[in-house]
């Protein structure tokens, strides 16, 4: 089973740029989410779905944009990048909002420069 | 939001020596996880407590929620160096467990 994978792995964008940062899950969860690891700060939830077409917003939404269209993607946009969004990005999923077994993704790490 | 905080935030031993780490809050968790992280790799949940007084065992790991639900310990017996890691608990509000909160970690570093 692939799990929960993210692409790229890497990206180095300049102040002003936008992209998307995909995660896609094989294990037909409902529950995805967004995070964001920095040091000292710990992992900080972005934006959250607990199905396809439903989406809100964790406690650092501004600057990301979200969607869920099927219920294996939920691709992360960052619109007009800044340096304060360089971190390390990570996807996650779970059966159900109210399930347990959480799984991650393997990270993708962004410089804004 | 509710806040975890753990301790120690860093933490080097001898492999062989045991040793407990700890996520505290002033809030009231309905559930609490352990994660390890290594370098380069996203998290991988060890254990879930939803039982005040918990006690789960994984090997040489012992997880405890505390009675009242606001805290909870890892000990490691006989720490070995793939123990090595970030240690990180993340407790979910009320009953919804929409939203986990993260602690910031205990880096664990277990030397030969």
């Known amino acids: 089973n692939a799990g929960v994978t993210q692409t790229p792995k890497f990206q180095v964008l300049k102040t002003g740029q936008s992209m998307t940062l995909q995660c896609a899950q094989d294990?037909?969860?409902?529950?995805m989410s967004w995070y964001r690891q920095d040091p000292g700060m710990g992992l900080r939830l972005i934006h959250y779905?607990?199905?396809?077409?439903?989406?809100d917003q964790g406690e650092v939404p501004n600057g990301y944009n979200v969607s869920r269209s099927t219920t294996e993607d939920f691709p992360l946009r960052l619109l007009s990048a800044a340096p304060s969004q360089t971190s390390v990005y990570f996807c996650?999923?779970?059966?159900?909002?109210?399930?347990?077994?959480?799984?991650f993704g393997p990270g993708t790490r962004l410089t804004v420069t | 939001t509710q806040l975890l905080e753990q301790s120690p935030q860093f933490l080097s031993i001898q492999e062989g020596e045991n040793l407990t780490v700890y996520c505290n809050s002033s809030?009231?968790?309905?559930?609490l996880q352990w994660y390890r992280q290594e370098p380069g790799e996203g998290p991988v949940l060890l254990v879930t407590?939803?039982?005040?007084?918990e006690v789960k065992k994984l090997k040489r790991l012992t997880f405890q929620f505390g009675d009242a639900r606001k805290d909870s310990s890892l000990h490691i017996t006989a720490a070995q160096p793939g123990d090595t890691g970030l240690y990180l608990c993340?407790?979910?509000?009320?009953?919804?467990?929409?939203?986990?909160?993260f602690g910031k970690g205990t880096l664990l570093t277990v030397n030969p």
């Open positions: 779905s607990v199905g396809a077409g439903i989406t």
């Open positions: 809030s009231v968790f309905s559930s």
């Open positions: 294990m037909n969860h409902e529950y």
């Open positions: 996650a999923s779970r059966g159900t909002a109210s399930s347990y077994e959480q799984y």
């Open positions: 407590v939803v039982t005040g007084g």
């Open positions: 993340a407790g979910s509000e009320g009953g919804s467990n929409y939203k986990l909160t």
